[in-house]
């Protein structure tokens, strides 16, 4: 299934960095990549262990109704030097606007320096089902009950 996710670049991104797009045919996510402001182009900038910051796209998007994007790690950033998302998946809401920023975090233990127009995370396009919440005076029954974290198995 195909849908369309109508994009536009702020006034100060630079048009030489890609859209998002997927890398091979069978892709789920599609790579966003970062728009630094001008004075971060030449050099990026760094995020140091444990430090958190909203990348930048460059990017706005129109999702449409019914749907949402989420904000996925990369696997290869994710293994290779610890970066991820603090808030994974992060979720774009359809009738979200702004700046499209990405929060990464370095898990890792050394600094990482982040290029203009490197991948830094995906993004997933996904249908959204919205529930109506009823207070009821009881739940249904199952077999696993009360049992909560852990209590299906190991870890």
Same mark, same amino acid.
């Given at each position: 299934?195909?849908?369309?996710v109508?994009?536009? @670049?702020?006034?100060?991104a630079?048009a030489?960095?890609?859209?998002?797009r997927?890398?091979?045919?069978?892709?789920?996510?599609?790579? /966003?990549?970062? &728009?630094?402001?001008?004075?971060?182009?030449?050099?990026?900038?760094?995020?140091?262990?444990?430090? @958190?910051?909203?990348?930048?796209?460059?990017?706005?998007v129109?999702?449409?109704?019914?749907?949402?994007?989420?904000?996925?790690?990369?696997?290869?950033?994710? /293994?290779?030097?610890? %970066?991820? /998302?603090? &808030?994974?998946?992060?979720?774009?809401?359809?009738?979200?606007r702004?700046?499209?920023?990405? /929060?990464?975090? &370095?898990?890792?233990?050394?600094?990482?320096? %982040?290029?203009?127009?490197?991948?830094?995370?995906?993004a %997933?396009?996904?249908?959204?089902?919205?529930? @109506?919440?009823?207070?009821?005076?009881?739940?249904?029954a199952?077999t696993?009950?009360?049992?909560?974290?852990?209590?299906?198995?190991?870890?």
């Open positions: 299934m195909r849908v369309s109508k994009v536009i @670049r702020e006034e100060w630079d030489e960095v890609a859209l998002p997927y890398e091979t045919a069978g892709a789920a996510g599609a790579d /966003l990549r970062a &728009n630094l402001a001008p004075e971060d182009r030449a050099d990026g900038f760094t995020l140091e262990p444990m430090a @958190r910051r909203i990348v930048p796209t460059g990017l706005r129109e999702i449409p109704g019914g749907y949402e994007m989420q904000i996925r790690p990369r696997s290869g950033l994710a /293994l290779k030097h610890g %970066i991820s /998302l603090p &808030n994974t998946p992060g979720t774009i809401d359809a009738d979200y702004g700046p499209l920023g990405v /929060l990464l975090i &370095n898990l890792g233990n050394v600094p990482f320096t %982040i290029a203009h127009g490197e991948r830094i995370a995906q %997933i396009v996904a249908p959204v089902v919205q529930a @109506r919440f009823e207070l009821t005076e009881g739940l249904g199952t696993r009950g009360t049992g909560g974290f852990g209590s299906t198995g190991r870890g």
